[in-house]
Each structure stands twice: as C-alpha cells, then as structure tokens.
C-alpha cells in the first residue's frame, strides 16, 4: 500500500525528443506528488509537483499529468535535452492526514538524452 | 541562501564500528529528514525530526538513531556496523513538517567494509 511503483528503469531519448516517465501507486491517501531530478555525486533536486485536485501541472519543458481514479501520475520532458540526463525518481506522500513530510519514492528512472 | 549541508561526504569504517553523521539545514527551515539510498532499495525514509522531536520513523533497525537540535541541525547514527549499510545517506530540510517542499543535501557517502 505504501509503494510507488515506477517505469521504465531505463529511457534512451534522442536529444528534442519526448521523455515520458511514469509512477502508479496504491494508497488514495496520498496528497503530494513531486518529481525529483538527481545527478551523479548530488543529492535529489525538486522538479515539479502536483496535488490530486490537479490534472496537469506544466513548468518550462517538464509537465506531470495526473489520472486520480487509474491512481497514476507521470512525467514528461518536451524537447530533451543532453543536459536533461539525469536520475528522476517520483514520490509520493500523505501531508493532509498524517502530518508528516515523510516521501515515498518509486526506484528511479535513468535517462540518457542523446546529442 | 546556503543549501542543506552534510558532514562528511566521504566516510569508510570496518563492520562493528559505529558512525555519526551530521546534517545542517537551510537556515529558518525546522524540519529535517533523513533518508538512505542504495541501488537495491532505492530511496527509503529513515527518520524526520521537528522541533527537536522524532515524528516519524522508518522501518529500520534499532541500531539507526538520530537527533535534532535547538538550532535545528540534525546527526543521525549507526551502531554496530553491518555491509549492508554502505550506502548513501541523505538529509533533506523543510520550513515546516508536512506542507513544504524538502531540499536535499549532497548527502554522506558511508562504505562499510
């Protein structure tokens, strides 16, 4: 129930191209979706961040979209850039009821945006 | 505005020993978290402390404990040393407990041989 299962593991996208990351998770308690951007030797970054009573969210070139009653969420990265390639990992996590900050992460995607 | 700090972000100890870890958040910010990442398990919460007081604990053994401070700076330690706690460990601040975005440090890369 507490799990944010992630996919692919992997993504190879030629540089301009369309990255598409997605999270599905089980808990409907959830009420805090971020997306976190790591690269190698740092720690996670926030990207972008959505609640439930949102159905897309857009900043820049990276945009989540939200589907509360399939309980999934993923992100897509418009234009990839080489600069873009990167660890993502999304998360999840019950602030409204629980009173805690305490995130849930999927097991990361690692795209590799080639020139 | 300095970022979260984390001290040391280098660390090898031998199986048995214990660590102490330090975590200084963003200045004004209250709530710290820590979390340990591995290419196994990924990313999983260990604690998060506010205003001083654990308010959340992973499911970790007994043996990681941690603490926060008046001025908010967090360590977090682990007794008896096992391999299987090589691995990166990471500290995140917020203003708040539930409502704030968490700001990640570099984290302490610990190596247990």
């Known amino acids: 129930q507490q799990q944010v299962k992630q996919s692919p593991q992997s993504l190879i996208v030629q540089k301009g191209g369309i990255s598409i990351i997605n999270c599905a998770y089980e808990?409907?308690?959830?009420?805090?979706f971020p997306w976190y951007q790591q690269f190698p030797g740092k720690g996670p970054a926030l990207l972008i961040a959505?609640?439930?009573?949102?159905s897309e969210k857009k900043e820049g070139r990276f945009t989540i979209s939200f589907n509360k009653s399939a309980k999934q969420f993923s992100l897509h990265i418009m234009d990839s850039q080489p600069g873009d390639s990167a660890t993502y990992f999304c998360?999840?996590?019950?602030?409204?009821?629980?009173?805690?900050?305490?995130?849930?992460f999927g097991q990361g995607t690692t795209l590799q945006v080639k020139p | 505005k300095a970022g979260v700090t984390q001290t040391p972000r280098y660390l090898i100890k031998t199986r048995g020993q214990q660590v102490t870890l330090s975590c200084s958040p963003i200045?004004?910010?209250?709530?710290v978290s820590w979390y340990q990442q591995t290419p196994g398990q990924g990313l999983q919460f260990l604690f998060e402390?506010?205003?001083?007081?654990?308010?959340n604990k992973g499911n970790f053994p007994g043996r990681f404990s941690g603490r926060q401070f008046s001025n908010s700076r967090s360590e977090m330690n682990v007794s008896t040393l096992e391999l299987g706690d090589s691995a990166l460990y990471l500290c995140?601040?917020?203003?708040?407990?539930?409502?704030?975005?968490?700001?990640f440090g570099p984290g302490t890369r610990l190596t247990v041989l």
């Open positions: 959505i609640r439930p009573d949102v």
């Open positions: 808990n409907t308690a959830f009420d805090y």
């Open positions: 995140a601040s917020s203003l708040d407990l539930a409502g704030d975005t968490q700001y």
């Open positions: 402390y506010f205003s001083e007081t654990q308010r």
């Open positions: 998360a999840a996590s019950n602030r409204g009821s629980s009173n805690t900050g305490k995130l849930i």
């Open positions: 200045s004004g910010h209250r709530s």
